[in-house]
């Protein structure tokens, strides 16, 4: 049996906020291989509730990182260099759009700043990320980010944080293509519904779990444990040819018309 073995790697795992997180079972599944692991949180009133929920994971280091400041993403970084002088994986899991901006119609209520914040918070932080972890892949990398099937076709309601996804899957080709000399690869997943506390904040998403399982080819929901397991395939040298792929992890519902 082939078992995945990643003793001795040492990865960054953004986007943990409590039990439900799909950061965290990827930081499990991680853990479990034997990855260690930095963990991330967005502001301070989040440390508590996010020290709740890691102990099994005994992370080398847990710090505060707001995405949309440049500063707190290079100390992030510069705290990890002070151990460690090489990384091998970073996993973005990070999403926000103002909650008016979610739901109701697209053209009425998308606003700039609504806009901005979205792609700022869910989009470009993937490049800054991304800017400060590839110099300390020197050993090579593979880096994941979270999609969602909205950023290829009409999800009603999900509205600009759809085009925040779409710009995502974009910059995960960009840096595929540009680290793939480096031996970094950049790849996302892209998951089916999830109940998860920025899910909670889609209007509609109770639908999208009923409509799951009436037509997805394996007529059920999925896992945020299956998320997990598919980060650990593309973090891991399993998956060693594959960069710039958005993977779906969503019971087949993509592939469905009608
Ligand atoms: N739950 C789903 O149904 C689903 C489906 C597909 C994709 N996703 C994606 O998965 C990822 C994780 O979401 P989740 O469902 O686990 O929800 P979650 O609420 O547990 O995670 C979202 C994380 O983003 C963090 N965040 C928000 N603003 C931030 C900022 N400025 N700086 C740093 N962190 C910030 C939050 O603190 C939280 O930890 C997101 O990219 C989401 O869009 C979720």
Known sequence: MYTIDLKGKVGLVTGIVNKYSIALHIARKLHEAGMELYVTYANPDLRERVEEVIPGLDPLGLFECDVQKEDMVKAVFEEI??????????VHSV?????????GS???TTTRQGFLTALDVSSYSLISLTRQAAPL???GGSIIAMSYIAAQTVIPGYNVMAIAKSALENIIRYLAYELG??????NGISAGPVNTLSARGIKGVTTMLKVYPEKAPLKRN??????GDAALFLLSPMSSAVTG???????GYHIVGM
Do not use: C
């Open 81 to 90: 260099r002070k151990k460690h002088d090489t990384i091998h994986t970073l």
């Open 95 to 103: 999403a926000y759009a103002p909650r008016e901006e979610l739901g």
């Open 106 to 108: 697209f053209v009425e």
């Open 137 to 139: 892949m020197n050993e």
């Open 181 to 186: 000399s480096k031996n970094i690869r950049v």
């Open 222 to 227: 999925i896992t945020a444990d299956e998320v």
């Open 245 to 251: 792929e958005v993977l779906f992890v969503d019971a």
